[in-house]
C-alpha cells in the first residue's frame, strides 16, 4: 500500500512540474497497449503546464552571472543545484530576499493564471563544466542545462544557417546581411566561425547583385523573378521593382564595399558601383522611399565615398520631423545611424550630438525598464514580441561598443537567457534547442530577426 501511494506522489510532482521522467521507448510501449475495447474520450481540454523554475534551457557561460526565475508564493528560501548526470548536489544557495508580484496585466500577457511572486536563484559560484538541473521542495525540478565555455556555438550556426537558406526576398536578405555585417564590424574577435561568415556574406551580396536591372539599376523585390521577366521590355518590368529594396540594397552594397575596400579590389569597386547605381535610381524619387530606407542608403553611401551629395541627403533625413516619417517592415534606421557616428568625413557636430543624444537615451530607456526583477527585460515592448527586443538589443550593442558600459553587457546577456528559456512560458525560442513547445501564439527566433539574434550573441561574449 506504501508503495502505492509513493508512487502516486511522484506522479502527480511530475506533472506538476512539468518534467517528465519517461523515456521515448516507455512512451511507444504505452501506445502500444490494448485499450480492452473502451472508446477514448476527447471532449476533455488538456492544461498546458508551465514549469515554475525558469532557466536559460540551452546554458549558461562558465564566467557569467547565472540566475533562474522561480515562480511561487510564500516559498521555502532554500534551493538545490543538482549534477544532472551523477544526481549529487553541487550547490545550496538562498532565494534572494525581497518578492515582487506580478501583475495582473503581465498575467493576462504571459498566460499566467493565477497571481504568484517572483524569486530569484543566483548561482553564480557554480563554474564547474557540466549539466544540471535546479530543486526547490515547493516546485520540484527545473528543466536541465549546461554550464560550458562553446555552449552557444550550434546556436550562432543555427542563425548562421537560417541566413543561407534565404534567396529570394530582396529586403529580408539586405536585412539579415546587414546584421552580420555590423557584427563583423563590432565584434570581430568574438565570431566563431570567420571562414563560414566571410563565405556567406560574399554569397549573398553575389546572390544580392542578380536581383539588380542591369538598365536601370533598380532593384526587384524578388531575385526569383529576374530570369522570369528577362524578355520584357523595360515598362512591363517596372512592376517587379521596389524603391524600398532598392534604397536597401544601395546601402548594404555600401557595408559590404567599405568593408572589402583594403580585402579584394574588385569586390569592391563592383558593389561600389552597384550602389550608386541604385541609388541614382531613387534620388529623383525620395518622397516615394521610406524614411528608414533612404537615410540607410544615403548613410552608408556617405560613409564609403564622403561626397556632398550623400552628406546632403543624410542632413535631409535627421531634419526630417517624425510625422514626416515611413518606415519599411525591417526598420533599417539603426543601422543608418550607425554608419552616421562612424564617419570617417566631416560631420554636421550639431546633427551629430543629436544623433547620439537619441541613441544614448533609448538605451537608457531601455536599461530602465529593464531593471525590474520581473523577467529583467524591457517592460515596454509585448512579453513575445522578439522583433522588438532584438531591434532593442541591436541599439545597446551599438551604444556598447561606443561607452563600453557592463551595465549593457549584462542586460543584454538578460535577453539572451530570456530568449533561451528564462521567460514566463519557459519556452527556448530557437527552434531545436531546450525543450519543445507547441503554443501557435508564441513566436520564434525567425529569418526575419536571426540576424540580430546572432549580433546579440556575439555582444555576450564579452
Request: aromatic share 12%; with cysteine; glycine share 6%.
Amino acid at each position: 500500500m506504501k508503495i502505492k501511494v509513493w508512487l502516486s506522489i511522484i506522479f502527480i510532482t511530475c506533472v506538476v512540474t512539468g518534467c517528465s521522467f519517461f523515456s521515448q521507448s516507455d512512451s511507444d510501449s504505452e501506445m502500444k497497449n490494448e485499450t480492452l475495447g473502451l472508446t477514448p474520450d476527447f471532449s476533455y481540454t488538456v492544461v498546458q503546464q508551465v514549469p515554475n523554475i525558469l532557466v536559460n534551457q540551452v546554458g549558461y557561460l562558465v564566467d557569467d552571472s547565472k540566475v533562474a526565475i522561480l515562480h511561487g508564493k510564500d516559498l521555502e528560501t532554500e534551493f538545490v543545484i543538482y549534477n544532472a548526470l551523477t544526481h549529487e548536489e553541487e550547490y545550496k544557495g538562498i532565494l534572494k530576499a525581497g518578492k515582487i508580484e506580478i501583475s495582473d496585466s503581465l498575467n493576462e500577457a504571459t498566460g499566467l493564471t493565477e497571481k504568484k511572486d517572483i524569486y530569484l536563484a543566483d548561482f553564480s559560484k557554480v563554474t564547474k563544466e557540466g549539466t544540471y538541473y535546479i530543486y526547490h521542495p515547493n516546485l520540484g525540478y527545473s528543466y536541465e542545462f549546461v554550464i560550458g565555455t562553446n555552449i552557444y556555438n550550434e546556436v550562432e550556426t543555427k542563425m548562421l544557417q537560417m541566413i543561407e537558406k534565404e534567396e529570394n526576398d530582396t529586403s529580408l536578405m539586405c536585412y539579415q546581411l546587414t546584421a552580420l555585417l555590423l557584427t563583423k564590424e563590432l565584434y570581430p574577435n568574438q565570431i566563431l566561425d570567420t571562414e563560414y561568415l566571410d563565405r556567406l556574406c560574399k554569397e549573398k551580396i553575389e546572390r544580392l547583385l542578380q536581383s539588380q536591372d542591369s538598365g536601370s539599376g533598380a532593384i526587384y523585390a524578388d531575385i526569383s523573378t529576374v530570369e522570369k521577366i528577362k524578355d520584357l521590355d523595360q515598362t512591363q518590368k517596372q512592376q517587379y521593382i521596389s524603391l524600398a529594396a532598392t534604397a536597401e540594397f544601395a546601402g548594404t552594397m555600401a557595408i559590404y564595399a567599405y568593408q572589402m575596400r583594403d580585402l579584394d579590389w574588385n569586390m569592391y569597386h563592383q558593389c561600389y558601383g552597384a550602389a550608386e547605381r541604385a541609388y541614382r535610381t531613387i534620388q529623383n524619387s525620395l518622397d516615394n522611399v521610406a524614411y528608414d530606407a533612404g537615410y540607410f542608403a544615403a548613410a552608408h553611401l556617405y560613409r564609403l565615398t564622403g561626397r556632398g551629395k550623400y552628406s546632403q541627403a543624410v542632413n535631409q533625413y535627421l531634419g526630417m520631423k517624425e510625422e514626416q516619417k515611413s518606415y519599411t517592415e525591417y526598420d533599417f534606421s539603426l543601422y543608418a545611424d550607425y554608419a552616421y557616428i562612424t564617419f570617417r568625413y566631416g560631420v554636421n557636430l550639431e546633427t551629430s550630438e543629436k544623433v547620439m543624444k537619441r541613441l544614448m537615451s533609448e538605451a537608457e530607456e531601455i536599461s530602465l525598464s529593464s531593471g525590474r526583477p520581473t523577467y529583467y527585460v524591457s517592460e515596454q515592448k509585448e512579453y513575445n514580441d522578439i522583433d522588438g527586443k532584438l531591434q532593442d538589443m541591436g541599439n545597446l550593442a551599438l551604444v556598447n561598443y561606443i561607452i563600453t558600459n557592463h551595465e549593457y553587457t549584462q542586460l543584454q546577456k538578460n535577453y539572451r537567457d530570456y530568449f533561451m528559456g528564462r521567460n514566463p512560458q519557459n519556452i527556448c525560442y530557437i527552434d531545436g534547442f531546450g525543450v519543445l513547445n507547441s503554443m501557435e501564439e508564441t513566436k520564434k527566433v525567425t529569418p526575419k530577426n536571426c540576424g540580430l539574434f546572432y549580433l546579440l550573441l556575439q555582444s555576450t561574449k564579452r
